[in-house]
T-cell receptor, first 120, second 115 residues
Framework: AQSVAQPEDQVNVAEGNPLTVKCTYS??????LFWYVQYPNRGLQFLLK??????LVKGSYGFEAEFNKSQTSFHLKKPSALVSDSALYFC??????????????????FGKGTKLSVKP | KAGVTQTPRYLIKTRGQQVTLSCSPI?????VSWYQQTPGQGLQFLFE???????NKGNFPGRFSGRQFSNSRSEMNVSTLELGDSALYLC??????????????FGPGTRLLVL
C-alpha cells in the first residue's frame, strides 16, 4: 500500500535561513508526489509536484523539492525562509491502488503534516 | 478563473441530524474529490466523482455519501451525524483528463461542528 511519512511534526527556522521539510514515501509503482501548504483556516494550496524528469522540482513561492529515488524521499526546500512561509505543509502521493478506468484520478494519500514556524 | 468554492463555510449541527455540503469545481474541471481533515486522523479521502459517477471511495461508513451533477458541481451528505464527524471537509477538483499526474486544486473547506 502507498504511504507517506513526514517525520517532523514541527520545524523551526530563523528568517533568512534555508529550510527543509522532510517527506519519505512508499509506493508500488512510479511515484507521483505532491507538496501542499495550508494556512490557518484555509484550504490546501498546491506548491509543486514530481512526475518524472529532473529530480529537482521548482514550485510556487520560491519552494523546490528534491526527489531521491534511492532514499525514497521528496524533501521540500527553500533557500531563504520568510516569516510568511509559516504554515502547515503536507506531502502527498497518488494512490496507484485506486487506478481504474484507464485514467482514474484516484485519491491522494497525505502525510500527517509538518508545521513550519519561521521566526524574525 | 475562479477557484473551487464550497458552501457553506461553517456549519453547526447536532447529533443525529444530517448535513449537505456543496462544492463547485474550477470551470472545466470534471473530477471532484472530497476529503475529511481532523486533528487526530489528518487528511483522509472520502470519495471521488467524475461525470456524475463515483469512481473511488475511501474507508468511511455508508452515512457518508455524495453525488455529482451534470455541471460537475458536487454535494456531500452525512446522515445521522456523530460527534466524531466534526471536521474540515475539503473539496478538490481536477481536469480528470490525464491520470495520476494531474494536480488537484482545493477549496477553502467547510468546517462542520457537531454538538
Amino acid at each position: 500500500a502507498q504511504s507517506v511519512a513526514q517525520p517532523e511534526d514541527q520545524v523551526n527556522v530563523a528568517e533568512g535561513n534555508p529550510l527543509t521539510v522532510k517527506c519519505t514515501y512508499s509506493v508500488s509503482g512510479n511515484p507521483y508526489l505532491f507538496w501542499y501548504v495550508q494556512y490557518p483556516n484555509r484550504g490546501l494550496q498546491f506548491l509543486l509536484k514530481y512526475i518524472t524528469g529532473d529530480n529537482l522540482v521548482k514550485g510556487s513561492y520560491g519552494f523546490e523539492a528534491e526527489f531521491n529515488k534511492s532514499q525514497t524521499s521528496f524533501h521540500l526546500k527553500k533557500p531563504s525562509a520568510l516569516v510568511s512561509d509559516s504554515a502547515l505543509y503536507f506531502c502527498a502521493v497518488r494512490d496507484w491502488g485506486r487506478m481504474n478506468y484507464g485514467g482514474s484520478q484516484g485519491n491522494l494519500i497525505f502525510g500527517k503534516g509538518t508545521k513550519l514556524s519561521v521566526k524574525p | 478563473k475562479a477557484g473551487v468554492t464550497q458552501t457553506p463555510r461553517y456549519l453547526i449541527k447536532t447529533r443525529g441530524q444530517q448535513v449537505t455540503l456543496s462544492c463547485s469545481p474550477i470551470s472545466g474541471h470534471r473530477s471532484v474529490s472530497w476529503y475529511q481533515q481532523t486533528p487526530g486522523q489528518g487528511l483522509q479521502f472520502l470519495f471521488e466523482y467524475f461525470s456524475e459517477t463515483q469512481r473511488n471511495k475511501g474507508n468511511f461508513p455508508g452515512r457518508f455519501s455524495g453525488r455529482q451533477f451534470s455541471n460537475s458541481r458536487s454535494e456531500m451528505n452525512v446522515s445521522t451525524l456523530e460527534l466524531g464527524d466534526s471536521a474540515l471537509y475539503l473539496c478538490a477538483s481536477s481536469l480528470a483528463g490525464g491520470g495520476l499526474q494531474e494536480t488537484q486544486y482545493f477549496g477553502p473547506g467547510t468546517r462542520l461542528l457537531v454538538l
